[in-house]
């Protein structure tokens, strides 16, 4: 690597260490040319692939995407930006209490699945190392410390060895370099125990779905020393009712209202679940909620992925392509039944929720009350839009239908809304959260 590689890597990532969350936009161009760098250093350019499946491996725990899979993370600015930062500051706070050095010693840290650019760690040695050198190191805030490093890399791909070996050397890394393995990180043995301060991988998607990151953690989380750190330190999966049909309307700008209502955290990964998923295996992931008693107001279940990679460092819902929500449209949950959820690996590794639908006819809708409310404090109003509901479906009992009827016909009535405007509203609105919003709205305008 020449002076200008240097000089311009030492930028991108003082760059990307002075970035912000909202810094996103700013920062695309930045990984981008990273990526030009690496994909140079590597031998490995990601744009000229046809199948960029081509080489991933199908484990038991999971699915180990392929070097160029791998390679294409980088392009997750978020998930970039977060991963970068939050290793930086893992380093310097294992070496640091209160801006003073607590240890002499050097620290250790694996980086299991490093994919053929080693990008959530060797660029931001190579930045200590070129800071060290310097004697005014631009960018480097005072108070961090240069640490004394040896790290171990780990993939299971021979090509992503072969390419960050290459990495390496351009950066001129090898001083800090202790290993570098071709193994299965879910099976792999270090030579002696608790010998890591620090370990990472990245290797999951959203939801935890697919991918072994959970049985990565759980073998590797042996090798940690007593106070060690697992990036990311937490990954917290949680249940929620909703209406994806009014969040695109929200994230489209056409309503300002979306409700939602959280089930529970089904799930968290972290050290000590790490540990428990290899001393219990799949037996540990089991978890049962209730689900509350509003479900009728909510026809849809998602499942999201909250990522804590260090510190204040976070990935929130939908914010990275790790954070990605998984949806289950029209379930129409049963209120105050329990849902269960449980780790499967076949046909592919990831949870699954049971629990009982709605056990009325009016496809998961259930009778509301004479008196039950909705927002907008009207007696009458939710019954009358569940019995529409039923009746859409054919499943209202006639005799039921023709004794409230005119009672029915009071309430659309004295609300100024026609009989043909009210039918075909309930048949447009899929939640009775949706209807609401349209009758208040509706109503509103009778009474300017």
């Not at 590689?5 to 920062?27: E, F, P, R």
């Not at 002499?104 to 060797?122: E, R, V």
């Not at 992503?160 to 879910?186: C, M």
């Not at 009535?413 to 009989?419: A, E, F, I, Q």
Request: aromatic share 8%.
């Amino acid at each position: 690597m020449d002076w200008d590689d240097k000089q311009q890597l030492y930028g991108l990532i003082t760059q990307v260490l002075a970035s912000s969350a909202s810094d996103i936009g700013i920062l695309k161009p930045v990984l981008s040319q990273l990526g030009g760098l690496l994909s140079r250093f590597s031998d490995i350019d990601v744009d000229t692939v046809e199948n960029i499946a081509e080489g991933e491996t199908k484990l038991v725990q999971g699915l180990a995407v392929s070097p160029v899979i791998a390679a294409k993370c980088l392009q997750d600015i978020a998930r970039s930006r977060a991963f970068i930062l939050g290793v930086n500051q893992a380093i310097q706070d294992k070496l640091t209490c209160s801006d003073k050095l607590i240890r002499d010693d050097k620290l250790t840290i694996l980086y299991a699945g490093t994919g053929p650019y080693g990008l959530l760690l060797l660029p931001l040695v190579f930045y200590y190392l070129q800071a060290q050198s310097q004697k005014q190191p631009q960018g480097l805030p005072s108070d961090q410390i240069i640490p004394n490093i040896g790290i171990t890399l780990l993939d299971i791909h021979e090509t992503s060895i072969a390419a960050v070996t290459k990495v390496v050397i351009a950066l001129g890394l090898e001083q800090v370099i202790d290993e570098i393995l071709l193994a299965d990180a879910t099976q792999w043995q270090p030579k002696t125990p608790n010998q890591f301060d620090i370990i990472v991988s990245e290797t999951m998607n959203y939801a935890l779905r697919q991918e072994p990151q959970m049985f990565i953690f759980a073998h590797l989380q042996q090798f940690l020393k007593p106070d060690g750190v697992l990036i990311p330190e937490q990954v917290r999966l949680s249940a929620w009712l909703t209406d994806l049909g009014q969040e695109t309307r929200k994230m489209l700008g056409e309503t300002s209202r979306h409700r939602t209502q959280k089930i529970a955290d089904f799930y968290q990964l972290d050290r000590r679940s790490a540990q428990d998923l290899l001393d219990r295996g799949l037996t540990s992931l089991h978890h049962i909620a209730k689900l509350p008693s509003n479900c009728g107001d909510f026809p849809d279940l998602k499942i999201c992925t909250d990522i804590q990679v260090y510190g204040d460092y976070r990935l929130t819902e939908c914010e990275s392509s790790l954070t990605l929500n998984k949806n289950f449209p029209d379930c129409r949950l049963q209120a105050n039944q329990p849902i269960e959820f449980n780790y499967k690996m076949q046909p592919e590794p990831q949870f699954e929720w049971t629990s009982e639908l709605s056990i009325t006819s009016g496809g998961g809708i259930e009778l509301a009350a004479h008196q039950a409310m909705g927002r907008l404090d009207i007696v009458g109003v939710k019954r009358l839009w569940s019995k529409s509901q039923q009746q859409r479906l054919g499943a209202l009992p006639n005799e039921l239908q023709q004794v409230e009827w005119s009672r029915d016909l009071a309430i659309i009535d004295s609300l100024g809304v026609s009989l043909k405007e009210w039918m075909a509203q309930v048949f447009y609105c899929k939640t009775f959260t949706e209807f609401e919003d349209w009758l208040e709205v509706r109503v509103n305008a009778t009474a300017d």
